[in-house]
């Protein structure tokens, strides 16, 4: 049992094509409930109007997220990759106006605290880049 302060996760900074990847999935999932009213509905009009309207839309947001993926495996090459990850810079394709550092100096650290990694993986007395200056 450790007697450390309880210290939080804060979290890590999403790139935007996880949010592209759920709108997407959100659209499948819309199409394949309308395919199935259709049938139900033993090929209603209105409902097949709907989904000649969705299809296109449903391609876009899939070609819009495996751009984004593609670009988020070229930032994976990136030195600098962890900190956009960490929160520390903002995502090169995505708009930096705004864009806050995360703090991470209350973070768990994953060897100490939570008993996973190794000493390479210890952030404890590491200070955020948005405070180390």
């Known amino acids: 049992m450790s007697t450390a302060p309880e210290r939080r996760i804060i979290g ?4 935007h094509s996880v949010a592209l990847g ?8 819309m199409l394949t409930a309308l395919e199935s009213a259709r049938r ?3 090929d209603d009009e209105e409902i097949t109007e709907l989904i000649e309207q969705l299809k296109p839309l449903v391609r876009a947001i899939g070609i819009a997220r495996a751009s984004a993926e593609m670009r988020l ?9 962890r900190a956009y990850v960490d929160g520390d810079l903002p995502w090169p394709d995505e708009d930096p106006n705004g864009f806050v ?8 650290c994953l060897y100490h605290d939570v008993g996973r ?3 390479a993986d210890c952030n ?9 200056a």
């Open 12 to 15: 890590v900074q999403l790139h």
């Open 22 to 29: 759920d709108a997407s999935r959100y659209a499948t999932n």
């Open 40 to 42: 139900r509905a033993l």
């Open 73 to 81: 495996r070229l930032h994976q090459a990136d030195p600098e990759f």
């Open 101 to 108: 550092a995360r703090c991470r100096c209350d973070d768990r």
């Open 117 to 119: 990694g190794t000493e």
């Open 124 to 132: 404890c007395d590491v200070a955020c880049r948005r405070h180390a």
